[in-house]
């Protein structure tokens, strides 16, 4: 691996900012961040987890999604926090490339997710007589071991394009996390076929999900468009609201961090749109769903109901 041509065996990552006096605030709103991040997807998991109403192939799948935001936030933003009352915040080789590894393959499985969950809702619109035929346990289960094994091929391609990077005496990252761009410019033996294979590399990470979103949407909407009763067409795409917003928040920061060359997307302004597809899109995603879905909401009203009676019991 790089490592072992590489005379740096441990990073400095920068943090967020330089200036003293942002630190600690930092640190306050991104725990409090977390904190939401953890309690909201952790719930969630749980309130699908003992709902039998909720053991349908939409759920399955929110319930995924649930596991790989709280995944990947855990991965980032606890050395994130270090970083706010750290002097200096040292990662090491091996737990800078562990970090990357692990952040590949939860993004790539939160893209495909997303893909999946829209094939779901293309079935419960547009063929919904055959709904319970077309995402039977067994689709539902091959289309999650494709989630997952879209998430490692990316994350071993990434860090199969690492292995071939030398880091000779620069070990300051400019970002708060280790990721592909700014390692690629401490490299010393970088080149334009490193960056060609990132980018074709994060272009089948966003690109084929986002094919696949707009595909099913492009039918749903059609569908949608053919309902006669405006009451009809309000509930249809109801059921799509939710997931169009996480959707949107998800691949547009995305893509603005890794579709566009350095020269045009300076790292610092990188970072910025880092946070919000690392910290913020995994808050809001539980508190979307949550707040949006009518199945959520009664869920979690009968869970609390039920454990209110027994506990006056």
């Known amino acids: ?17 330089d200036q003293p006096g942002l630190q600690l605030p930092l640190f306050f709103l991104f725990l409090g961040f977390y904190a939401v991040t ?18 349908i192939p939409m759920y399955f799948f929110l319930f995924n999604l649930s596991f790989i935001d709280f995944s990947y936030s855990t991965t980032l933003t606890p050395k994130m926090l270090m970083g706010f009352v750290s002097e200096k915040n040292v990662i090491s080789f091996g737990g800078c490339m562990t970090q990357f590894f692990f952040f590949c393959f939860f993004v790539f499985s939160e893209s495909y997710i997303l893909s999946a969950m829209a094939y779901d809702r293309y079935v419960a619109i547009c063929k919904p007589l055959l709904y319970t035929v077309i995402m039977s346990p067994q689709v539902c289960l091959l289309l999650l071991l494709g989630v997952y094994g879209m998430g490692v091929f990316g994350a071993v391609a990434h860090m199969g394009n690492l292995m071939f990077m030398n880091f000779c005496a620069n070990n300051l990252i ?16 970088r080149s334009y076929v490193n960056l060609l294979l990132v980018f074709i590399i994060v272009t089948i990470g966003i690109g084929i999900p986002l094919v696949t979103i707009f595909i099913s949407y492009g039918f749903i ?21 939710s997931h169009i917003i996480v959707v949107s928040l998800f691949f547009g920061s995305g893509a603005f961090m890794y579709l566009k060359p350095p020269s045009i997307l300076p790292l ?7 946070v919000f597809y690392t910290a913020v899109v995994p808050m809001l995603n539980p ?27």
Request: proline share 1%; with cysteine.
């Open 174 to 189: 400019n970002h708060y996390m280790c990721d592909i761009i700014p390692l690629l410019e401490l490299s010393c033996n």
């Open 268 to 274: 610092d302004q990188g970072k910025v749109s880092s």
């Open 287 to 313: 508190l979307i769903y949550s707040l949006r879905n009518r199945d959520v909401k009664v869920a979690l009203t009968k869970t609390l109901n039920r454990k209110f009676f027994l506990e006056s019991v």
């Open 221 to 241: 909407l059609s569908n949608i468009l053919n309902i006669s009763s405006t009451e009809g067409r309000s509930k249809a795409f109801s059921t799509c609201s």
């Open 1 to 17: 691996m790089a490592a072992e041509n590489s005379s740096v065996t441990e990073f400095i990552l920068t943090g967020l900012t």
């Open 38 to 55: 953890v309690v909201g997807n952790l719930g969630l998991i749980m309130l699908i987890s003992v709902n039998s109403n909720l053991h």
